[in-house]
Protein backbone atom coordinates (compact mmCIF):
# COMPACT_ATOMS: atom_id res chain seq x y z
CA UNK A 1 0.00 0.00 0.00
CA UNK A 2 1.37 3.57 -0.78
CA UNK A 3 1.39 6.45 1.25
CA UNK A 4 -1.49 8.18 -0.12
CA UNK A 5 -4.22 5.32 0.06
CA UNK A 6 -2.50 5.46 3.49
CA UNK A 7 -3.37 8.51 4.17
CA UNK A 8 -7.33 8.54 2.38
CA UNK A 9 -7.72 5.88 5.71
CA UNK A 10 -6.92 8.17 8.32
CA UNK A 11 -9.55 10.73 8.69
CA UNK A 12 -12.44 7.75 8.64
CA UNK A 13 -9.96 6.59 11.43
CA UNK A 14 -10.55 9.62 13.77
CA UNK A 15 -13.85 9.28 12.40
CA UNK A 16 -14.11 5.63 13.84
CA UNK A 17 -12.65 7.04 17.32
CA UNK A 18 -14.34 9.98 17.82
CA UNK A 19 -17.66 7.85 17.25
CA UNK A 20 -17.07 5.60 19.87
CA UNK A 21 -16.85 8.83 22.22
CA UNK A 22 -13.55 9.53 22.24
CA UNK A 23 -12.63 13.14 22.33
CA UNK A 24 -11.38 14.76 18.88
CA UNK A 25 -7.93 16.06 20.26
CA UNK A 26 -6.91 13.00 21.77
CA UNK A 27 -8.34 10.64 18.94
CA UNK A 28 -6.08 12.73 16.29
CA UNK A 29 -3.35 12.16 18.22
CA UNK A 30 -3.66 8.57 18.47
CA UNK A 31 -3.82 8.23 14.75
CA UNK A 32 -0.97 10.04 13.93
CA UNK A 33 0.95 7.52 16.74
CA UNK A 34 -0.94 4.79 14.63
CA UNK A 35 -0.20 5.97 11.31
CA UNK A 36 3.68 6.71 12.40
CA UNK A 37 3.69 3.15 13.02
CA UNK A 38 1.91 2.27 10.00
CA UNK A 39 4.62 4.11 7.94
CA UNK A 40 7.40 2.56 10.06
CA UNK A 41 6.15 -1.03 10.39
CA UNK A 42 3.72 -1.40 6.98
CA UNK A 43 6.18 -1.88 4.36
CA UNK A 44 7.89 -4.53 5.93
CA UNK A 45 4.73 -6.41 7.70
CA UNK A 46 1.65 -5.43 5.30
CA UNK A 47 -1.51 -6.09 7.12
CA UNK A 48 -4.43 -7.77 5.71
CA UNK A 49 -6.83 -5.32 6.44
CA UNK A 50 -5.16 -1.92 6.81
CA UNK A 51 -8.21 0.28 8.10
CA UNK A 52 -8.76 -2.38 10.72
CA UNK A 53 -5.10 -2.45 11.91
CA UNK A 54 -5.10 1.35 11.78
CA UNK A 55 -8.40 1.50 13.93
CA UNK A 56 -7.05 -1.01 16.31
CA UNK A 57 -3.41 0.34 17.04
CA UNK A 58 -4.73 3.96 17.04
CA UNK A 59 -7.67 2.84 19.85
CA UNK A 60 -5.11 0.79 22.02
CA UNK A 61 -3.27 4.04 21.77
CA UNK A 62 -6.38 5.91 22.71
CA UNK A 63 -7.34 4.01 25.71
CA UNK A 64 -3.39 3.98 26.55
CA UNK A 65 -3.42 7.85 26.31
CA UNK A 66 -6.99 8.52 28.76
CA UNK A 67 -5.89 5.49 31.05
CA UNK A 68 -2.61 7.58 31.42
CA UNK A 69 -4.44 9.93 33.19
CA UNK A 70 -6.29 8.95 35.97
CA UNK A 71 -8.76 12.18 36.12
CA UNK A 72 -10.12 10.82 32.95
CA UNK A 73 -10.33 7.58 33.98
CA UNK A 74 -14.52 7.85 34.37
CA UNK A 75 -14.71 8.63 30.85
CA UNK A 76 -12.36 5.44 29.99
CA UNK A 77 -15.02 3.20 31.93
CA UNK A 78 -17.72 5.13 30.20
CA UNK A 79 -16.28 4.71 26.07
CA UNK A 80 -14.49 1.43 27.09
CA UNK A 81 -17.89 -0.17 27.73
CA UNK A 82 -19.55 1.40 24.41
CA UNK A 83 -20.64 -1.51 21.60
CA UNK A 84 -18.72 -1.96 18.77
CA UNK A 85 -18.88 0.29 16.05
CA UNK A 86 -20.95 0.07 13.47
CA UNK A 87 -19.65 0.12 9.63
CA UNK A 88 -16.01 2.24 9.47
CA UNK A 89 -17.12 4.11 6.26
CA UNK A 90 -19.25 7.56 7.38
CA UNK A 91 -18.74 10.16 5.22
CA UNK A 92 -20.30 12.79 7.73
CA UNK A 93 -18.49 11.86 9.92
CA UNK A 94 -15.06 12.94 7.53
CA UNK A 95 -16.70 16.27 6.34
CA UNK A 96 -17.22 16.93 9.70
CA UNK A 97 -13.24 16.52 10.51
CA UNK A 98 -12.84 18.92 7.40
CA UNK A 99 -15.49 21.32 9.40
CA UNK A 100 -13.56 20.84 13.03
CA UNK A 101 -10.11 21.39 11.24
CA UNK A 102 -10.99 24.48 8.93
CA UNK A 103 -12.95 26.49 11.74
CA UNK A 104 -13.45 30.01 11.65
CA UNK A 105 -12.13 30.66 15.29
CA UNK A 106 -8.91 29.13 13.74
CA UNK A 107 -6.35 31.28 12.44
CA UNK A 108 -5.20 30.49 8.34
CA UNK A 109 -1.98 29.17 9.77
CA UNK A 110 -3.17 26.56 12.58
CA UNK A 111 -6.24 25.49 9.62
CA UNK A 112 -3.46 24.79 7.27
CA UNK A 113 -2.13 22.99 9.91
CA UNK A 114 -4.84 20.96 11.20
CA UNK A 115 -6.71 20.11 7.89
CA UNK A 116 -3.13 18.56 6.49
CA UNK A 117 -2.64 16.49 9.88
CA UNK A 118 -5.65 15.46 10.67
CA UNK A 119 -7.85 14.98 7.08
CA UNK A 120 -4.58 14.72 5.21
CA UNK A 121 -2.42 12.22 6.94
CA UNK A 122 0.27 13.79 6.96
CA UNK A 123 3.15 13.17 9.96
CA UNK A 124 3.94 16.62 11.89
CA UNK A 125 7.51 16.51 10.19
CA UNK A 126 6.08 16.59 6.50
CA UNK A 127 4.17 19.69 7.62
CA UNK A 128 7.01 21.47 9.08
CA UNK A 129 9.22 20.54 6.07
CA UNK A 130 6.59 21.82 3.89
CA UNK A 131 6.35 24.85 5.82
CA UNK A 132 10.26 25.07 6.41
CA UNK A 133 9.73 25.62 10.18
CA UNK A 134 11.03 23.22 12.90
CA UNK A 135 9.18 19.91 13.98
CA UNK A 136 8.43 21.12 17.54
CA UNK A 137 6.97 23.99 16.55
CA UNK A 138 4.82 22.78 13.85
CA UNK A 139 3.67 20.17 16.77
CA UNK A 140 2.88 23.00 18.81
CA UNK A 141 0.56 25.00 16.17
CA UNK A 142 -0.92 21.63 15.92
CA UNK A 143 -1.85 21.11 19.73
CA UNK A 144 -3.06 24.61 20.20
CA UNK A 145 -5.23 24.77 17.07
CA UNK A 146 -6.51 21.75 19.05
CA UNK A 147 -7.29 23.36 21.65
CA UNK A 148 -9.09 26.39 19.94
CA UNK A 149 -11.63 23.71 18.88
CA UNK A 150 -11.97 21.68 21.86
CA UNK A 151 -15.20 23.46 22.57
CA UNK A 152 -16.53 22.94 18.93
CA UNK A 153 -19.21 20.04 18.96
CA UNK A 154 -18.33 17.19 16.41
CA UNK A 155 -21.91 17.28 14.48
CA UNK A 156 -22.00 21.67 14.57
CA UNK A 157 -22.52 22.03 11.34
CA UNK A 158 -20.00 23.79 9.40
CA UNK A 159 -19.64 26.12 6.19
CA UNK A 160 -17.88 24.24 3.16
CA UNK A 161 -16.39 27.92 2.46
CA UNK A 162 -13.89 27.87 5.36
CA UNK A 163 -12.86 24.41 4.30
CA UNK A 164 -12.17 25.33 0.41
CA UNK A 165 -10.51 28.14 1.55
CA UNK A 166 -8.03 26.27 4.21
CA UNK A 167 -7.84 23.88 0.86
CA UNK A 168 -6.93 26.69 -1.67
CA UNK A 169 -4.19 28.04 1.00
CA UNK A 170 -2.48 25.02 1.12
CA UNK A 171 -2.55 24.71 -3.19
CA UNK A 172 -1.26 28.46 -3.36
CA UNK A 173 1.39 28.78 -0.79
CA UNK A 174 4.42 26.67 0.78
CA UNK A 175 7.38 24.95 -0.46
CA UNK A 176 7.43 21.53 -1.80
CA UNK A 177 8.95 18.99 0.35
CA UNK A 178 8.70 15.66 0.76
CA UNK A 179 5.14 15.99 0.20
CA UNK A 180 3.67 17.88 -2.54
CA UNK A 181 1.10 20.21 -1.38
CA UNK A 182 -0.43 20.54 -4.64
CA UNK A 183 -0.82 17.04 -5.59
CA UNK A 184 -2.25 17.21 -1.91
CA UNK A 185 -4.60 20.16 -2.09
CA UNK A 186 -5.78 18.49 -5.38
CA UNK A 187 -6.88 14.76 -3.40
CA UNK A 188 -8.65 16.95 -0.25
CA UNK A 189 -10.25 19.40 -2.40
CA UNK A 190 -11.79 16.28 -5.25
CA UNK A 191 -12.68 14.81 -1.27
CA UNK A 192 -14.46 17.82 -0.04
CA UNK A 193 -15.91 17.76 -3.70
CA UNK A 194 -17.67 14.00 -3.74
CA UNK A 195 -18.81 14.46 0.31
CA UNK A 196 -20.80 17.81 -0.35
CA UNK A 197 -21.96 18.17 -4.54
CA UNK A 198 -20.92 21.59 -4.05
CA UNK A 199 -20.40 24.19 -7.02
CA UNK A 200 -17.45 26.12 -5.33
CA UNK A 201 -16.32 22.73 -4.35
CA UNK A 202 -15.97 21.89 -8.00
CA UNK A 203 -14.83 25.32 -8.84
CA UNK A 204 -11.78 25.28 -6.87
CA UNK A 205 -11.11 21.75 -7.99
CA UNK A 206 -11.50 23.11 -11.41
CA UNK A 207 -9.02 26.16 -10.69
CA UNK A 208 -6.29 23.75 -9.26
CA UNK A 209 -6.59 21.42 -11.87
CA UNK A 210 -5.84 24.31 -14.95
CA UNK A 211 -3.12 25.78 -12.73
CA UNK A 212 -1.83 23.05 -11.95
CA UNK A 213 -1.68 21.95 -15.92
CA UNK A 214 0.80 24.68 -16.51
CA UNK A 215 3.16 23.45 -13.60
CA UNK A 216 5.86 22.31 -16.24
CA UNK A 217 5.61 25.46 -18.09
CA UNK A 218 5.89 27.92 -14.79
CA UNK A 219 9.35 27.81 -14.24
CA UNK A 220 12.60 26.86 -15.80
CA UNK A 221 14.56 24.01 -14.87
CA UNK A 222 17.05 26.30 -12.98
CA UNK A 223 13.82 27.69 -10.63
CA UNK A 224 13.50 30.92 -12.76
CA UNK A 225 9.67 32.31 -13.20
CA UNK A 226 8.27 31.88 -16.42
CA UNK A 227 5.57 34.43 -16.43
CA UNK A 228 1.92 33.08 -18.22
CA UNK A 229 2.79 35.26 -21.45
CA UNK A 230 6.06 33.33 -22.02
CA UNK A 231 5.27 30.07 -21.47
CA UNK A 232 6.21 27.05 -24.02
CA UNK A 233 2.24 26.57 -23.90
CA UNK A 234 2.93 22.71 -25.13
CA UNK A 235 4.68 21.68 -22.19
CA UNK A 236 0.70 22.38 -20.21
CA UNK A 237 -0.83 19.37 -19.37
CA UNK A 238 -3.96 18.64 -21.77
CA UNK A 239 -5.01 15.89 -19.79
CA UNK A 240 -5.65 18.28 -16.44
CA UNK A 241 -6.49 21.31 -18.51
CA UNK A 242 -9.59 19.00 -19.86
CA UNK A 243 -10.37 17.22 -16.68
CA UNK A 244 -10.69 20.93 -15.20
CA UNK A 245 -12.94 22.39 -18.00
CA UNK A 246 -15.37 19.29 -17.83
CA UNK A 247 -15.53 20.13 -13.76
CA UNK A 248 -16.14 23.65 -14.44
CA UNK A 249 -18.44 23.62 -16.73
CA UNK A 250 -20.70 21.06 -15.17
CA UNK A 251 -20.31 23.50 -12.26
CA UNK A 252 -21.19 26.32 -14.31
CA UNK A 253 -24.56 24.80 -15.67
CA UNK A 254 -25.98 24.74 -12.19
CA UNK A 255 -26.20 28.70 -12.02
CA UNK A 256 -24.94 29.02 -8.80
CA UNK A 257 -22.16 31.27 -9.33
CA UNK A 258 -18.83 31.84 -6.97
CA UNK A 259 -15.43 33.27 -6.74
CA UNK A 260 -13.61 29.97 -7.28
CA UNK A 261 -15.86 28.74 -9.85
CA UNK A 262 -15.00 32.55 -12.03
CA UNK A 263 -11.25 32.26 -11.47
CA UNK A 264 -11.33 29.17 -13.01
CA UNK A 265 -13.17 30.27 -16.15
CA UNK A 266 -10.47 32.87 -16.23
CA UNK A 267 -7.62 30.14 -15.79
CA UNK A 268 -9.89 28.07 -18.84
CA UNK A 269 -9.74 30.66 -21.18
CA UNK A 270 -6.07 31.13 -20.70
CA UNK A 271 -5.70 27.39 -21.30
CA UNK A 272 -7.95 27.77 -24.38
CA UNK A 273 -5.33 30.08 -26.14
CA UNK A 274 -2.90 27.97 -28.61
CA UNK A 275 -0.79 31.42 -28.70
CA UNK A 276 -0.72 34.10 -25.87
CA UNK A 277 -2.38 36.48 -29.05
CA UNK A 278 -5.20 34.08 -29.26
CA UNK A 279 -6.27 35.07 -25.65
CA UNK A 280 -9.90 36.16 -25.60
CA UNK A 281 -9.09 39.06 -22.75
CA UNK A 282 -12.59 40.65 -23.51
CA UNK A 283 -14.49 37.62 -22.23
CA UNK A 284 -11.69 37.60 -19.28
CA UNK A 285 -12.47 40.99 -19.10
CA UNK A 286 -16.09 40.48 -18.43
CA UNK A 287 -14.99 37.22 -16.01
CA UNK A 288 -13.09 39.96 -13.49
CA UNK A 289 -16.05 41.94 -13.91
CA UNK A 290 -18.06 38.77 -12.14
CA UNK A 291 -15.34 38.58 -10.15
CA UNK A 292 -15.61 42.12 -8.67
CA UNK A 293 -18.85 42.04 -7.76
CA UNK A 294 -18.46 38.41 -5.78
CA UNK A 295 -15.70 39.32 -3.80
CA UNK A 296 -14.97 43.26 -4.18
CA UNK A 297 -11.35 42.29 -3.64
CA UNK A 298 -8.77 45.03 -4.75
CA UNK A 299 -6.56 42.40 -6.02
CA UNK A 300 -9.03 41.30 -8.27
CA UNK A 301 -9.54 45.10 -9.54
CA UNK A 302 -5.85 45.48 -10.05
CA UNK A 303 -5.14 42.05 -12.36
CA UNK A 304 -8.73 43.29 -14.52
CA UNK A 305 -7.20 47.13 -15.12
CA UNK A 306 -4.31 44.14 -16.92
CA UNK A 307 -6.87 42.35 -18.81
CA UNK A 308 -8.73 45.60 -19.69
CA UNK A 309 -5.46 46.45 -20.99
CA UNK A 310 -4.72 43.66 -23.08
CA UNK A 311 -8.11 44.01 -24.28
CA UNK A 312 -8.45 47.46 -25.20
CA UNK A 313 -5.28 49.51 -25.15
CA UNK A 314 -2.47 49.60 -22.55
CA UNK A 315 -4.38 53.94 -21.96
CA UNK A 316 -7.39 51.82 -21.44
CA UNK A 317 -5.74 49.85 -18.84
CA UNK A 318 -3.91 52.79 -17.17
CA UNK A 319 -7.71 54.50 -16.95
CA UNK A 320 -8.75 50.96 -14.82
CA UNK A 321 -5.77 51.07 -12.93
CA UNK A 322 -6.95 54.66 -11.66
CA UNK A 323 -9.73 53.20 -9.82
CA UNK A 324 -7.15 50.53 -7.94
CA UNK A 325 -5.87 51.35 -4.17
CA UNK A 326 -2.61 52.42 -4.88
CA UNK A 327 -1.05 50.61 -2.27
CA UNK A 328 -2.29 46.72 -3.34
CA UNK A 329 0.31 44.64 -3.55
CA UNK A 330 2.03 44.46 -7.00
CA UNK A 331 0.30 47.59 -7.98
CA UNK A 332 3.57 48.99 -9.17
CA UNK A 333 4.09 45.50 -11.36
CA UNK A 334 1.08 46.37 -13.06
CA UNK A 335 1.86 49.59 -13.39
CA UNK A 336 5.18 49.12 -14.86
CA UNK A 337 3.39 46.45 -17.46
CA UNK A 338 0.96 48.98 -18.77
CA UNK A 339 3.18 51.91 -18.89
CA UNK A 340 5.59 49.96 -20.70
CA UNK A 341 2.84 48.90 -23.16
CA UNK A 342 2.00 53.11 -23.59
CA UNK A 343 5.81 53.45 -24.57
CA UNK A 344 6.61 55.35 -21.08
CA UNK A 345 9.89 53.16 -21.02
CA UNK A 346 11.51 55.66 -18.20
CA UNK A 347 8.45 55.13 -16.29
CA UNK A 348 8.08 51.47 -16.68
CA UNK A 349 11.65 51.06 -15.62
CA UNK A 350 11.33 53.14 -12.47
CA UNK A 351 8.36 51.37 -11.39
CA UNK A 352 9.46 47.95 -12.14
CA UNK A 353 12.54 48.41 -10.18
CA UNK A 354 9.87 49.72 -6.88
CA UNK A 355 8.12 46.41 -7.94
CA UNK A 356 11.22 44.43 -7.45
CA UNK A 357 12.09 46.17 -4.15
CA UNK A 358 8.49 45.38 -2.95
CA UNK A 359 8.71 41.91 -4.08
CA UNK A 360 7.75 39.50 -1.18
CA UNK A 361 9.43 36.06 -2.55
CA UNK A 362 12.62 35.92 -4.98
CA UNK A 363 11.44 34.23 -8.23
CA UNK A 364 8.97 37.79 -8.73
CA UNK A 365 12.22 39.76 -7.30
CA UNK A 366 14.55 38.70 -9.86
CA UNK A 367 12.14 38.48 -12.69
CA UNK A 368 11.23 42.32 -11.50
CA UNK A 369 14.34 43.46 -11.12
CA UNK A 370 15.24 41.68 -15.17
CA UNK A 371 12.66 44.14 -16.33
CA UNK A 372 14.10 46.92 -14.70
CA UNK A 373 17.29 46.30 -16.16
CA UNK A 374 15.79 45.28 -19.62
CA UNK A 375 14.03 49.08 -20.06
CA UNK A 376 17.08 50.52 -18.40
CA UNK A 377 19.57 49.37 -21.29
CA UNK A 378 16.85 50.11 -23.77
CA UNK A 379 15.98 54.03 -22.45
CA UNK A 380 19.85 54.41 -22.19
CA UNK A 381 20.44 53.12 -25.65
CA UNK B 1 2.16 32.42 7.90
CA UNK B 2 5.60 34.62 7.18
CA UNK B 3 9.29 34.84 8.65
CA UNK B 4 10.89 37.82 9.77
CA UNK B 5 14.62 38.00 11.25
CA UNK B 6 14.88 39.84 14.24
CA UNK B 7 18.26 40.92 13.87
CA UNK B 8 19.79 41.81 17.35
CA UNK B 9 22.45 45.16 16.88
CA UNK B 10 24.08 45.05 20.16
CA UNK B 11 25.60 48.36 18.89
CA UNK B 12 24.80 50.19 15.93
CA UNK B 13 21.58 51.03 14.56
CA UNK B 14 19.26 53.81 15.81
CA UNK B 15 20.98 55.93 18.98
CA UNK B 16 20.98 53.18 21.97
CA UNK B 17 18.62 54.22 24.55
CA UNK B 18 20.96 52.29 27.69
CA UNK B 19 24.73 52.18 27.10
CA UNK B 20 25.43 48.72 27.68
CA UNK B 21 28.87 47.87 29.17
CA UNK B 22 30.13 44.25 27.73
CA UNK B 23 28.34 41.44 29.27
CA UNK B 24 31.55 40.35 31.50
CA UNK B 25 31.02 43.53 33.52
CA UNK B 26 28.44 42.19 34.37
CA UNK B 27 26.64 40.77 37.44
CA UNK B 28 27.40 37.22 37.72
CA UNK B 29 23.25 36.81 38.63
CA UNK B 30 22.56 39.68 36.11
CA UNK B 31 24.36 37.40 33.37
CA UNK B 32 22.31 34.42 34.58
CA UNK B 33 19.21 36.25 34.37
CA UNK B 34 19.97 37.51 31.02
CA UNK B 35 20.54 33.59 29.40
CA UNK B 36 17.85 32.17 31.11
CA UNK B 37 15.25 34.66 30.01
CA UNK B 38 16.48 34.17 26.44
CA UNK B 39 15.87 30.58 26.35
CA UNK B 40 12.68 30.77 28.25
CA UNK B 41 11.68 33.40 25.94
CA UNK B 42 12.21 30.74 22.99
CA UNK B 43 10.33 28.18 24.60
CA UNK B 44 7.53 30.62 25.07
CA UNK B 45 7.47 31.03 20.74
CA UNK B 46 7.83 26.83 20.85
CA UNK B 47 4.68 27.52 22.79
CA UNK B 48 2.52 30.10 20.45
CA UNK B 49 3.91 27.68 17.57
CA UNK B 50 6.22 30.76 16.06
CA UNK B 51 9.69 29.51 16.99
CA UNK B 52 11.95 28.60 13.93
CA UNK B 53 15.46 29.17 15.03
CA UNK B 54 17.86 31.30 17.21
CA UNK B 55 21.70 32.07 17.05
CA UNK B 56 24.06 33.48 19.24
CA UNK B 57 27.33 35.31 17.33
CA UNK B 58 30.91 35.02 18.71
CA UNK B 59 31.25 38.83 18.61
CA UNK B 60 34.72 38.85 16.61
CA UNK B 61 34.37 38.89 12.90
CA UNK B 62 36.88 39.24 9.87
CA UNK B 63 35.77 40.96 6.88
CA UNK B 64 36.60 38.99 3.86
CA UNK B 65 36.79 39.09 0.04
CA UNK B 66 37.76 37.40 -3.20
CA UNK B 67 41.40 38.76 -3.77
CA UNK B 68 41.64 37.90 -7.80
CA UNK B 69 42.37 35.47 -10.28
CA UNK B 70 44.28 32.57 -8.55
CA UNK B 71 45.04 34.59 -5.62
CA UNK B 72 44.28 34.18 -1.78
CA UNK B 73 41.38 35.85 -0.41
CA UNK B 74 41.82 39.58 1.37
CA UNK B 75 41.08 39.54 5.18
CA UNK B 76 40.51 43.05 6.99
CA UNK B 77 39.99 42.88 10.76
CA UNK B 78 39.05 41.42 13.27
CA UNK B 79 38.56 45.16 14.40
CA UNK B 80 38.85 45.37 18.22
CA UNK B 81 35.75 48.31 18.42
CA UNK B 82 33.52 48.05 15.35
CA UNK B 83 30.76 50.34 15.22
CA UNK B 84 28.54 47.58 14.62
CA UNK B 85 27.84 44.42 16.33
CA UNK B 86 25.22 42.35 15.88
CA UNK B 87 25.25 39.76 18.44
CA UNK B 88 22.77 37.24 16.89
CA UNK B 89 19.16 36.84 15.72
CA UNK B 90 15.51 35.38 16.27
CA UNK B 91 14.01 33.64 13.13
CA UNK B 92 10.01 33.65 13.72
CA UNK B 93 7.10 32.27 11.38
CA UNK B 94 4.19 34.67 12.08
CA UNK B 95 0.61 35.33 10.78
CA UNK B 96 1.28 39.04 10.15
CA UNK B 97 3.57 42.28 9.92
CA UNK B 98 2.51 43.31 12.98
CA UNK B 99 2.95 40.30 15.43
CA UNK B 100 6.68 40.41 14.07
CA UNK B 101 6.93 44.08 15.61
CA UNK B 102 5.34 42.62 18.80
CA UNK B 103 7.82 39.90 19.40
CA UNK B 104 10.89 41.88 18.65
CA UNK B 105 9.21 44.36 21.33
CA UNK B 106 9.35 41.71 24.03
CA UNK B 107 12.46 40.34 23.09
CA UNK B 108 14.12 44.14 23.59
CA UNK B 109 13.04 43.65 27.13
CA UNK B 110 15.47 40.79 27.99
CA UNK B 111 17.13 42.06 31.45
CA UNK B 112 20.47 43.45 31.12
CA UNK B 113 22.89 44.67 34.33
CA UNK B 114 20.86 44.82 37.58
CA UNK B 115 17.73 42.89 35.87
CA UNK B 116 16.14 46.22 33.54
CA UNK B 117 15.36 45.49 30.30
CA UNK B 118 18.36 46.71 27.76
CA UNK B 119 15.78 48.41 25.43
CA UNK B 120 18.43 47.06 22.40
CA UNK B 121 17.02 47.50 18.96
CA UNK B 122 16.31 44.69 16.47
CA UNK B 123 16.00 44.98 12.78
CA UNK B 124 12.56 42.87 11.38
CA UNK B 125 13.36 41.91 7.58
CA UNK B 126 11.32 39.77 6.61
CA UNK B 127 12.29 36.61 4.95
CA UNK B 128 10.99 35.76 0.36
CA UNK B 129 8.44 33.78 0.82
CA UNK B 130 7.28 31.30 -1.74
CA UNK B 131 5.79 32.30 -4.99
CA UNK B 132 2.11 32.06 -5.30
CA UNK B 133 1.27 29.21 -7.62
CA UNK B 134 -2.43 31.49 -8.96
CA UNK B 135 -1.09 34.38 -10.29
CA UNK B 136 -3.78 35.92 -12.36
Known amino acids: ?86 PTEDTADTLQLYFMCAHPSLTPASAVALTLRA ?51 VFNEGYSGEVDLADEAIRLTRRVRSMTDDEEASGLLALMLLHHA ?28 AAGVAILQAALARDRLGEYQVQAAIAALHADAQTVDETDWVQIVEWYDELDRLTENPVVRLNRAVA ?16 VDRTVPRYSAAEAYLRERAGELALAARLYGDAARAATNLAERDHLTRQAARLNSVVRG | MAKYLLLKHYR ?20 DAHVQWMRDFATKLQETGEFVEHQALSPEGTFVRYGGEGRPPVTDGPFAETKDLIAGWLIIDVETYERAVEVAGEYSAVPGPNGKPNYEWLEVRPFFGSPPTVSE
Do not use: C, H
Open chain 2, 12 to 31: GGPAPVVNLDPMDQWAPEDV
Open chain 1, 1 to 86: MNETLLRELIPAVTGVLVRRGADFATAEDAVQDALLRALATWPADPPADPKGWLITAAWRKFLDATRAESSRLAREARVASEPPPG
Open chain 1, 308 to 323: VGEADGAQAGLAALEQ
Open chain 1, 119 to 169: VGGLTTRQIADAYLVPETTMAQRISRAKRTVSGVRFDELGDVATVLRVLYL
Open chain 1, 214 to 241: RRAARTTPDGTLVPLAEQDRSRWDTDLI
